[in-house]
Each structure stands twice: as structure tokens, then as C-alpha cells.
């Protein structure tokens, strides 16, 4: 095995903090709660939205179930729309659509084309976060949602051969 080198962490100062302690009649309390507030804001319609790019991306994977050529192009909304629900799933209170979706980013990040059991597995990826959405499963405190990750992971990686 390799040497291992030590962990070098770097304190940077944090200008920001700094800005904001010095601006005029502005108190870093009430920021963070107008913050807090606009992420609430987002959150409560997440499910709603969320729902609306779920169908795109089912679409998306119908047209590569369906033969269209290109694929190229349809993989790759497929992994955009999928980064964007990665993104906004934990901030909103849904991790579990966080994990699920990224599986999907990375099933399909770089690939140019993808035979009938990967677009089945990419379909299997949108239903489950569909699934997900309508039941408002946050997370994997529950078996079916544990079960559902492993299954994806698993299925995955033997179609990845790793």
C-alpha cells in the first residue's frame, strides 16, 4: 500500500461574516431568519415542482425507451433535470429524493447511449422518485425506502459491471 500523508486543513477568515456585522441597521440574526424563511418558502412547494420535472424526465425516458435517436440529447436532460432535484431535495426536506436522484446523475453522468436494461433502470430511477414524492418519504428511516436505494445501487452496479 501507499504512504498516507497527513491532512492539511486551511482556516480561511470569513469576509463575509465580517461584511455583514458591518452593515448599518442590518443584524446577522434577522438575515439568517429572512434565510431560514426564503428556504421555507421554497420547500413548501417543493413537492409541487419537483412533480412537474419528474414528468419531464419520465418523458425524457420514454423517448429512449422508444428508440428515438439521438439518446445523447435525452441523457442529457435526464442528468440536468436530475442534478436540479439532487440539488433542491435535502434544502426542501426530502433527502431521501436527494440520494435517489444523485444515483441517477451518476447512472447516467457521461454516457452517450444506453441499452433497453439501462433505460429501464433510468425509467425504475424516475418511478421510484415519483413513488417517493407521492407517499412525502423524506428519508430512509423506513424499510421500503432503505430496500429502494439498495435495489437502485444494486442494479447499478452489476449493469456498470462493478
Known sequence: MGQYKPTVTIDRPNFL???????????????????????????????????????????????????EKPQAPHIARIFRGAADIRDQGTVCGYPLVTRVAGLLCNFVDRAEH????????????????LTIIAGRIKNEHTELARKLVTDLETAGAKLRGK
Open 17 to 67: 461574516a465580517r461584511k455583514v456585522d458591518r452593515l448599518p441597521g442590518v443584524s446577522a440574526d434577522a438575515l439568517i431568519a429572512r434565510a431560514n424563511s426564503m428556504v421555507g418558502e421554497e420547500a413548501a412547494g417543493f413537492v409541487d415542482w419537483v412533480d412537474g420535472d419528474l414528468q419531464a424526465l419520465k418523458m425524457f425516458a420514454r423517448k429512449l425507451a422508444g428508440g
Open 114 to 129: 444506453l441499452d433497453a436494461r439501462e433505460i429501464a433502470l433510468v425509467e425504475a430511477h424516475v418511478d421510484t422518485l
